[in-house]
């Protein structure tokens, strides 16, 4: 296969955490939002989720395998922020798979979350024999309006143009691991050129590479941090990302990547980096 390598956006004036994207089928998506794997069912989710609406963030991922739906549900609306202005994506667990399995797995996600609609609705994995017909289920999902975006997540490229020529709808989103470590070139390059916005996830490569040179050098050049320099990539590579941090001076610090933007010598060093570093699960050999 050719190495194609992703047009690189240009950096985008006026670029700020209200920034969003329009996704395929019109709808506006926030470029920076919070991810909540990993953070603590209870106070942890609803305060890191309180904490990041605080600071102006509009989007949160979650997932039903993540078991804080609940809490992110309650921090919503505690926060007082009106509905129409936050984001929220969650995602079909492996289990759920299946047509009438999946509106299943919908409905207890829209109730545990305690919303109407849904903002973003994803396959979570590329589950081998199944994928497609739960994908039908998201179609409907989405064509009744319960979901107001549809997509995917872990999916590579043989598991996107799958899905592509069977079905009617695309997928709005596919949701990667996607860092300097691992720019997935390839598959960058094909959502951009089939409309499928990529949203990063693992942004900060799960803070296993902040030491690294490279990095370390180009945040001090900006008085910045090595996780503000890697959101800064993601954001001018044209992905929508979702740091995760449970910490609230860590999710103010990680918004905080708008008064500085990368040279394109800088985007070069950052895009030399690649290790093929899968911090999460890799779903390469999936079939
Ligand atoms: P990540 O965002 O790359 O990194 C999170 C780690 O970095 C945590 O250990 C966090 O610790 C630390 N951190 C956060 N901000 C920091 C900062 N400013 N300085 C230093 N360390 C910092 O990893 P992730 O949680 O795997 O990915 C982000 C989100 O993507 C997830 O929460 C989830 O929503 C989504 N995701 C999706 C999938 C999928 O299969 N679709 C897989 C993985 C992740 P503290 O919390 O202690 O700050």
Not at 41 to 58: H, P
Request: net charge neutral; glycine share 8%.
């Amino acid at each position: 296969m050719t190495r194609t390598r992703a047009r690189p956006p240009a950096p985008e004036p006026g670029l700020s955490l209200r920034s969003t994207v329009t996704l395929s089928n019109g709808v506006a998506m926030p470029r920076l939002g919070l991810g909540v794997y990993q953070t603590g069912r209870g106070r942890e989710t609803r305060s890191a989720v309180l904490a990041a609406l605080e600071v102006g963030y509009r989007l949160v991922d979650t997932a039903a395998v993540y078991g804080n739906e609940r809490d992110v549900g309650a921090a919503l609306r505690e926060s007082g922020v009106p509905r129409g202005q936050v984001f929220v994506t969650t995602k079909l667990w492996n289990s759920d798979h299946g047509y009438d399995r999946t509106l299943r797995a919908f409905d207890a996600s829209l109730r545990a979350l305690g919303l109407d609609v849904l903002d973003l609705y994803l396959l979570h994995w590329p589950v081998p024999n199944v994928r497609l017909q739960s994908w039908l289920a998201l179609e409907r999902l989405l064509l009744e309006g319960r979901a107001r975006a549809i997509g995917v997540s872990n999916f590579t490229l043989p598991h996107l143009r799958e899905l592509l020529e069977a079905s009617d709808v695309a997928p709005a989103v596919n949701q990667v691991e996607l860092h300097p470590f691992l720019p997935q070139i390839e598959l960058v390059a094909f959502c951009h050129g089939r409309g499928v916005q990529v949203e990063a996830y693992s942004p900060l490569a799960r803070a296993e590479r902040m030491d690294h040179p490279v990095l370390q050098r180009i945040a001090r050049v900006h008085g910045k941090s090595p996780a503000q320099v890697l959101i800064r990539w993601s954001l001018q590579r044209g992905f929508v990302t979702i740091p995760k941090s449970a910490r609230r001076e860590r999710i103010a610090e990680n918004a905080d990547v708008f008064d500085f933007t990368l040279e394109p010598a800088e985007m070069k060093d950052l895009d030399g980096l690649n290790e093929e570093l899968h911090t999460d699960w890799d779903p390469t050999g999936v079939r």
